[in-house]
């Protein structure tokens, strides 16, 4: 009886070291490191995929790897649905070039400038302060029954400062972030444990917004966080192709006034950078609208072969998990209205800045974001500060409704969730002006 052969098969191979320090009130918490050798192995067989990941992989040789591949190959026979495959280019993008390689630097010295960054955010005031510093090095190795197969390196590095101020009962808080993957970033950064601190307190003392309908310019880094989660989300295949994304079917239409272009681009040198993505297809950067109209979805092989409409090399994973279409680098691109000419044109509204997080549903279209603060705009000009403000609406209406778009796009380096993986990616946008925008605050 002649042995069942996969249609597909492929392995990625992750080898590397994680490095966490974590520092409270001066108290160092936690400093250590964590290695990894697994890998994660997919085999297609007649009605779908099955997938076994290996431990140790550098152990396991040759013959570990085709049992791996049998034994995913027996598990696909569970599945129910027929997966196909679309045709991709292959290749693989230089990794950029590295300024001060943090595996250089002891654990004991990161620790010391991360403790510097920290000291520096407690000032008079501020009631708790909490520095952290995360970086992963190593190498991905990928091949497939195709024929197709690389080996790059990986380094990202980044450190964050939270800074809590307390009066009277009150609490604000407030953070600052770098994260990159040209090496350690860190040194001389006290300035920004300081500016959480002044910011926190600042905080104390504004005044709590009042919600409604009003014109809102949006910083760039919560426009970023509009275009990667309104936007970015919804034109992900996997969403599109399951039903979930408010998007599906809307390629050609114009679904956003035609000052707005939005971009995801994994080939820029940012945090979201992939030389090639999970599925071994080559990265290339991708319009999701164009002049206001919706020209792409983010696939990978799976669901670029299902849904069509779109570019692969959109598939990402979190260490060996198993790959699912993700964004990277993700942003507005530029208009070419003028800092003066957006507050001019907001006249009386609100400056939204920054971002604490919020919820959005991709498949009904709605979301809600809070900004970590705001200024009150007042015949174009900018007043005093507030708090305690938020933005939501329809994410169809709200891309018809940006008016505006700056000429100052800026990239805000984090993480993003989904599956049960965070990855690395980077959201960007210039200064937008929304008009009707939905402010929440305390009073309505």
């Not at 000429?407 to 002006?433: E, F, N, W």
Request: proline letters at 3%; hydrophobic letters at 40%.
């Amino acid at each position: 009886m002649a042995t069942e052969e996969p249609r597909y098969y492929d392995v990625r191979h992750l080898a590397g070291t994680s490095t966490h320090i974590d520092i409270e009130n001066g108290t160092i918490e936690a400093a250590g490191q964590s290695f990894a050798d697994t890998a994660i192995v997919r085999a297609l067989g007649a009605t779908g995929w099955g997938m076994v990941a290996i431990d140790n992989f550098s152990e396991a040789g040759q013959s570990g790897l085709m049992q791996a591949v049998a034994e995913a190959l027996s598990l696909s026979k569970v599945t129910g649905e027929r997966v196909e495959l679309a045709d991709v280019k292959t290749g693989v993008l230089p990794v950029p070039a590295i300024k001060e390689d943090p595996r250089e630097v002891s654990l004991e010295e990161k620790t010391e400038i991360l403790s510097s960054i920290e000291s520096a955010a407690r000032i008079p005031g501020i009631v708790n302060t909490r520095a952290r510093y995360i970086e992963s090095e190593g190498t991905v190795w990928f091949m497939n029954s195709s024929g197709n197969e690389y080996r790059y390196e990986s380094l990202r590095s980044g450190y964050s400062i939270l800074a809590v101020a307390g009066r009277g009962g009150e609490m604000q808080m407030a953070r600052e972030s770098e994260h990159a993957i040209t090496g350690l970033n860190m040194r001389h950064k006290e300035e920004k444990g300081r500016e959480a601190a002044e910011r926190a307190l600042l905080l104390l003392d504004a005044a709590p917004a009042r919600g409604g309908t009003m014109n809102a310019i949006l910083d760039q880094e919560l426009a970023g966080v509009f275009a990667h989660e309104a936007i970015g989300h919804a034109s992900e295949g996997d969403l599109v192709k399951e039903g979930v994304s408010v998007i599906k079917g809307m390629i050609g239409q114009q679904i956003a006034n035609n000052v707005v272009t939005i971009v995801d681009d994994p080939t820029l040198p940012e945090f979201g950078f992939m030389p090639v993505d999970a599925e071994g297809s080559a990265v290339t950067r991708t319009e999701i609208i164009r002049d206001g109209v919706l020209k792409n979805y983010l696939h990978s092989r799976e669901t670029l072969a299902a849904v069509g409409d779109g570019v692969a090399g959109h598939a990402r994973a979190e260490g060996s998990s198993s790959p699912i279409v993700r964004m990277s680098n993700t942003f507005i691109e530029n208009g070419d209205s003028t800092m003066d000419e957006i507050l001019e044109g907001c006249k009386n509204g609100i400056l939204l800045k920054g971002s604490r997080g919020g919820q959005v549903d991709p498949g009904r279209g709605v979301f809600q974001f809070n900004a970590e603060y705001g200024y009150l705009i007042q015949n174009g000009e900018k007043l005093g500060m507030v708090r305690d403000v938020s933005l939501s609406g329809d994410i169809l209406s709200t891309m018809h409704n940006i008016a505006l778009c700056g000429t100052d796009r800026k990239m805000t380096p984090g993480y993003c969730g989904k599956g049960g993986q965070s990855v690395p990616v980077t959201d960007g946008a210039p200064h937008i002006l929304l008009r009707n925008a939905v402010v929440g605050g305390r009073h309505a």
